[in-house]
């Protein structure tokens, strides 16, 4: 997968994560710690340059999900997703942006 793509299934995962307010540490060691497994060559200076640009973007969760063309990318953003908002529990805020998130890509 290319770093882009990781890129932008990263700042989805921080927008279900932020839904709460905050961003949190463990949060965002989940999400790094998840796409790493998968793609040990993404780096924790690329995650955290994608961190703070999804502090400077404009888009909403919908707009984010709207640029995942491939739907063979669909399982492993709902993963992300779900594993990063849960690790500091899993906040009512964040639930309702998780189930949109399967909603709109279909892993409901």
Same mark, same amino acid.
């Given at each position: 997968?290319?770093?882009?793509?990781?890129?932008?299934?990263? @700042?989805?995962?921080? %927008?279900? %994560?932020? @839904?709460?307010?905050?961003?949190?540490?463990?949060?965002?060691?989940?999400?790094?710690?998840?796409?790493?497994?998968?793609?040990?060559?993404?780096?924790?200076?690329?995650?955290?340059?994608?961190?703070?640009?999804?502090?400077?973007?404009?888009?909403?969760?919908?707009?984010?999900?709207?640029?995942?063309?491939?739907?063979?990318?669909?399982?492993?953003?709902?993963?992300? %997703?779900?594993?990063?908002?849960?690790?500091?529990?899993?906040?009512?805020?964040?639930?309702?942006?998780?189930?949109?998130?399967?909603?709109?890509?279909?892993?409901?």
């Amino acid at each position: 997968m290319e770093d882009k793509t990781l890129d932008l299934i990263i @700042k989805i995962a921080a %927008c279900v %994560c932020g @839904k709460d307010g905050v961003i949190s540490e463990s949060e965002e060691k989940a999400i790094f710690s998840f796409v790493s497994s998968k793609y040990p060559n993404y780096s924790f200076q690329r995650f955290n340059q994608t961190v703070d640009d999804f502090f400077d973007d404009t888009l909403q969760l919908e707009e984010y999900l709207g640029l995942i063309l491939d739907p063979s990318l669909n399982k492993f953003t709902v993963n992300l %997703c779900e594993l990063s908002a849960s690790s500091d529990g899993l906040d009512l805020r964040e639930n309702i942006a998780l189930e949109k998130v399967k909603l709109i890509l279909g892993e409901e």
